[in-house]
Each structure stands twice: as structure tokens, then as C-alpha cells.
């Protein structure tokens, strides 16, 4: 069934109706609040619409948005994962939801104890000596992990040190963040297995060297089994290591980036830790260091002493990493989350991701092409190298999948696997949604084979059909105009 579109707001409406009955203004107007030159000379071209009409706008909207809440999102690399609503409820506490950050320590001691202890907790999943709240998302966590490394190294009058390594499966961030800190990338490619080549690390590492960026399980959803020796590799070099925390939704309550040798981390509280996540934000990325590097954490820092807590601060500091101390919110969520799951459902959690993950490896591996012959972690990675003898591409499988009514997966990520299809299905699926979805890809797997126009020009029942991609991005449309 093809959708009909539905009219557009600025195409409804008729002169004089009304949504709202705003009250009598009760201050006085003030009628040179805006600069003349940026005032209307004329009425805005709005649509006149009764409530009725304005909230089905709304509602038709919302009702075209994918969300976790609505379907399954098996975007790999990115945990999209349920947000159980309790935390939500907790967050909206007004004791916590109307806190303003300049008050006085004395009167949020509350709000202070949350941070203070969502800290520890997230040292002790980690295996850090101390976090900082303050970064608010997991690039900016690692920008804020990167300055620690380069105080650490230049406290130590270490000025050489300005190359980061990172492998060619890395996030995309990883190599920015670098740039934005003033350091230089040097990649290093993977072996034939998808593990970190260790011959070629050692070429690279050197008095410059600075840190070496790892997530581990990686992007290609494997975990590096040979950490310790490298980790002993970057140290023996005077490096430091960094663990992009992305991936720990496959780890938590098993291992710690800390026991494995890394001396930062940052964690997505946004995907690990069950918080919204997508839309922009608003997200969390704490950074976790080891002893060495406590000094160097952003001012200022809860401290608790004599029964009250307070901040601290520390004349080493990289200083702040935004303007208060962190997205609150989102920290009280994930700590809701850790208490309310303890120890043992956390890590019951991240097994529940990688049975998922290798479920949907096994099932699916017939049908499409399997780069890595392993055991997989929190996701997998496919290719539609069978389907491209059809014409059939990534893309085609992923606008496919929509008709289905799934999102699809990520796609052509990591860029060192051809026509990648990367699906991580978490902890929060069960083994009948996992069916459902596997059962839509082995269908269009044989779609690609007897149907091909039907898949190469899918979706073919969503409101909006296949766009011009190159176009779209050269050339958005952000707007409403009339045709």
C-alpha cells in the first residue's frame, strides 16, 4: 500500500481561526525591544489553523518519527537501546528538575551526591581512579581526554608527543578530536581478521608518540584479544592509551578498559548507560582517568568531606569543558539505571547484547556474506557481496528494510569492510522482534535475486520515496515553499 501524502500545515487553514487564547499582557509593552532594521514591516505568512487542526499537524509528525519506543533500531555502533521510563520519572524530580547550577553547594546537596556517586560508580565499571561529569557528549568526552593526555605529557615537559594513533576501523571522531586538540592522526590498518596489526604499531610508535585511540570491542562489533600487548607496546613508548567507550555496552560488568591497560576513557551514558539518545541530544560522555592523570581533571570537581559535599578544584586543571557541570538530567538517568540494575544486571545486560548480536550473525550469515569467521560481541557486521552480483546494494537492502517496517541498520560502516551492513541489536530485544527482523532480511536476500527493481527502488509504502541523496546533501530543502 502506497501512503497518500497528507496535506501540509501551510497548505490548511482559513483567515481569523485560532488555536490558542493567549491572556491579557500583564507587564508593560516595551515596543523598541527589537532593533528597527530587524522588525517586520508586514505580517508573517503563517497558516490560520484551529487547535484541532494544529494538533493533528503535530500528531501526523510525530507519527512519522522512528524512535526505540516505537520500533526495533538496530543501528550498529550506536546502542540504541530502550530508556526505561522510571528513570525518566526520577529525572523530572523537581527537587532536581528545577535546581539552578549556580546555587550554593549547601542548598543542592542532593544533586551533589548524584554526581559524586554516579562518579564512583563509573570509576569502578571502568576500572579509573577518578571520572569528570562535565564533557557532554562522546566526542566531546574524548576532546576532554585528549587535553588530559597532552597536560600529562607537557607536565612532564614530554613537548614531543603530538601523534595519535588510531586504527583504520576507528570512529570517525576519533582522528577529529585529535586535529581539534592540536595533534596529528597516524592511522594503522587492521589485520586480515579485523585485530590491530601489532608490527605495524610498533613502526609508528616513538618519542612523538602521544596515545594510541582504541575502542575495544571495535567497530567491526570484535573484541581485541591482544590488548595487553599492546597496551604494553603504547606504554613502553610513553604513550598513553585512550578507550573510546562507544562500544561498551558489550563489556559492562564483564571487563574494564582499566584492567585491559587504558589510562582514559570516556563512556557514552547515552548508549551504555540507558539515557535518550539521537535528535541532537542531549547526551554525556564522562572521562575516566587513571591516578597519573586525577590532577589534570576539569574544574571543578565534588569533593565530600566532613559529611557535606562541596566542590574542588586544581591548579593543574585543563580547566572547564562546559560552562556548568555536565548534562544533569542525563546523569541522573543513568544513575537510576546503575541502581537499579546493580553489578549483576549490567552485566547481565551486555550478555544479553552479545547472544543478540551472534543470533543475528548465525542466522543471517547464509544469506548474506560475513567478512570476520569470530565470534562477535554487542553487534555484527554483514556485506551484501552475494547481492551485488543482482545490482543489489547496501542501500537497496537498507531502503528495503523500511517497507518492512524496521529501521535499518547502520550501513557502509566501518569503511574498511565493502557494502557493510552493521546491526546491533542490544540487550533489549527479544528473540521474537530478532525473528521478525531476520525473517524481513532473508526475505529481501531473496527479493534480490527474483525481484530486483522491487528492492533497487524501494521503499515503496513510506510518506517519502527514494530520494536523490547526492542532491539532498548538495542541495537540502529545509523549508516550506509554495510550487
Not at 228 to 252: C, F, Q, R, T, W
Amino acid at each position: 500500500m502506497i501512503l497518500e501524502r497528507q496535506p501540509l500545515i501551510f497548505e490548511l487553514g482559513k483567515p481569523g481561526r485560532k488555536a490558542v487564547d493567549l491572556p491579557k499582557l500583564d507587564v508593560p509593552e516595551v515596543s523598541n525591544l527589537i532593533p528597527e532594521k530587524y522588525a517586520r514591516t508586514s505580517k508573517a505568512a503563517l497558516p490560520e489553523l484551529s487547535q484541532l487542526e494544529l494538533i493533528r499537524h503535530y500528531t501526523q509528525l510525530s507519527n512519522r518519527n522512528f524512535g526505540v519506543d516505537t520500533g526495533f533500531y538496530p543501528l550498529g555502533s550506536c546502542t540504541m537501546k530502550y530508556n526505561p521510563k522510571i528513570n525518566e520519572d526520577i529525572s523530572r524530580y523537581e527537587g532536581l528538575s528545577l535546581l539552578h547550577p549556580l546555587q550554593d553547594s549547601a542548598t543542592v546537596q542532593g544533586a551533589l551526591e548524584i554526581l559524586y556517586k554516579c562518579e564512583q560508580a563509573l570509576a569502578e565499571i571502568s576500572g579509573m581512579k577518578a571520572v569528570t561529569m562535565q564533557p557532554a557528549a562522546g566526542a566531546h568526552g574524548e576532546l576532554t581526554g585528549l587535553k588530559l593526555i597532552r597536560a600529562y605529557h607537557r607536565d612532564r615537559n614530554d613537548l614531543a608527543r603530538t601523534k595519535v594513533i588510531v586504527p583504520d576501523s576507528a570512529h570517525g571522531t576519533n582522528p577529529a578530536s585529535a586535529a581539534v586538540c592540536g595533534m596529528q592522526a597516524v592511522e594503522i590498518k587492521s589485520e586480515a581478521d579485523g585485530s590491530i596489526d601489532l608490527e605495524a604499531l610498533k613502526a609508528v610508535v616513538g618519542p612523538d608518540t602521544a596515545a594510541l585511540m582504541l575502542t575495544n570491542p571495535s567497530t567491526l562489533g570484535l573484541f581485541e584479544s591482544k590488548i595487553e600487548a599492546i597496551a604494553k607496546i603504547v606504554h613502553d613508548a610513553g604513550g598513553l592509551l585512550y578507550y573510546d567507550g562507544a562500544n561498551s555496552n558489550a563489556i559492562m560488568g564483564i571487563v574494564r578498559p582499566g584492567d585491559m591497560g587504558f589510562d582514559v576513557v570516556h563512556l557514552n551514558l547515552h548508549k551504555t548507560f540507558s539515557t535518550p539518545h539521537g535528535g541532537g541530544g542531549p547526551g554525556s560522555g564522562p572521562v575516566g582517568v587513571k591516578e597519573a592523570l586525577v590532577k589534570f581533571l576539569p574544574n571543578p570537581r565534588v569533593q565530600f568531606c566532613d559529611g557535606l559535599y562541596s566542590w574542588v578544584t586544581s591548579d593543574k586543571s585543563i580547566g572547564k569543558m562546559q560552562a556548568f557541570h555536565g548534562n544533569f538530567g542525563i546523569i541522573v538517568r543513568a544513575y537510576a539505571y546503575i541502581l537499579s540494575m546493580g553489578g549483576e544486571g549490567l552485566r547481565k545486560s551486555s550478555e544479553d547484547a552479545v547472544l543478540n548480536a551472534n543470533y543475528c550473525k548465525k542466522m543471517l550469515e547464509e544469506a548474506y556474506d560475513s567478512p570476520f569467521d569470530r565470534f562477535c560481541m554487542h553487534e555484527c557486521v554483514l556485506t551484501s557481496k552475494k547481492q551485488k552480483q543482482y545490482g543489489i546494494h547496501t542501500l537497496d537492502i537498507a531502503k528495503r528494510l523500511l517497507d518492512y517496517g524496521y529501521h535499518p541498520p547502520t550501513i557502509y560502516f566501518p569503511m574498511i569492510v565493502e557494502e557493510a551492513i552493521m546491526i546491533e541489536p542490544t540487550e533489549s530485544e527479544s528473540k521474537e522482534t530478532l525473528d521478525g527482523f531476520i525473517d524481513a532480511m532473508k526475505k529481501i536476500a531473496v527479493e534480490a535475486a527474483m525481484d530486483t527493481e522491487l528492492v533497487h527502488s524501494a521503499p515503496h509504502n513510506t510518506i517519502v520515496s527514494r530520494l536523490d541523496e547526492t542532491l539532498a546533501a548538495r542541495n537540502p530543502v529545509v523549508k516550506w515553499a509554495a510550487q
